[in-house]
């Protein structure tokens, strides 16, 4: 089990990306549990996370082999549990991170 995480939004929101994330071994396994309770979404990338619990951070990597790299501009909805963390980016494991604005995104 790895820690991925994909971007997905339903048809109803297609601009409105929900951030899912998971211990799983593929990308599709987290899609497959969203449109279990959602119906059929959109997926727009996703990649690996680093979750830092006593440094609250949460640092997105890479892109996904099923779906590619992660579009940030669909992260518009964020699991309201990870409130108050810091969320980075960067493209490689062995490239340094760059702060995300969460300014305008929605807790759920």
């Given amino acids: 089990m790895h820690p991925k995480f994909v971007l997905v939004s339903l048809p109803s929101t ?9 211990l799983v071994g593929q990308h599709e396994e ?4 969203f449109e279990q309770v959602h119906g059929y979404c959109k997926v727009h990338g996703g990649g690996w996370y ?7 951070t949460m640092v997105l990597y890479g892109s996904s082999g099923d779906y590619g790299e992660p579009r940030l501009a ?8 990870l409130r108050g963390y810091t969320f980075y980016f960067s493209p490689g494991w062995n490239l340094p991170p ?10 759920i």
């Fill in 74 to 81: 669909f992260l518009n909805r964020i699991p309201s549990e």
């Fill in 14 to 22: 297609p601009r409105v990306g929900t951030f899912v994330y998971g």
């Fill in 98 to 107: 760059n702060p995300l604005d969460l300014q305008d995104v929605e807790w």
């Fill in 50 to 56: 680093e979750k830092n619990d006593a440094a609250r």
């Fill in 30 to 33: 987290l899609v497959r549990s």
